[in-house]
């Protein structure tokens, strides 16, 4: 059983930066698919930006280059770097992995392993 820890989250104000961490059980270079997700109350959930084992990135086009998805196997750790925040960014902030592909990396059903999220607040 693969387990996912989010953390960095927090409340910031508009224009200001996070960079979120999720920490893997296993050996991080070993999934396919790699991906941070959103969801804001009654909203559904969607793709933020993902990263393959190739480490080709794709990205919301609501990022508009705000933000950075990259991982670090020596740590087992995914990262998110968001910078430029907007009150729109708010929601609950997951990751997700996988080792197996079976579309695109970008796609929310690709994945089987989740974290518990991270809340991430803007302030305007």
């Known amino acids: 059983q693969v387990q996912l820890a989010e953390s960095g989250g927090g409340s910031v104000q508009a224009g200001g930066s996070l960079r979120l961490s999720c920490a893997a059980s296993t050996y991080t270079g070993s999934f396919i698919c790699m991906g941070w997700f959103r969801q804001a109350p009654g909203k559904e959930r969607e793709t933020v930006a993902s990263?393959?084992?190739?480490?080709?990135?794709n990205y919301g086009d609501f990022v508009k280059g705000r933000f950075t998805i990259s991982r670090d196997n020596a740590k087992n750790t995914l990262y998110l770097q968001m910078n430029s925040l907007k009150p729109e960014d708010t929601a609950m902030y997951y990751c997700?992995?996988?080792?197996?592909?079976?579309?695109?990396?970008?796609?929310?059903?690709?994945?089987?392993?989740w974290g518990q999220g991270t809340q991430v607040t803007v302030s305007s």
């Open positions: 990263i393959d084992s190739d480490d080709r990135t």
């Open positions: 997700a992995a996988d080792f197996i592909r079976r579309g695109y990396c970008s796609s929310k059903t690709e994945y089987n392993n």
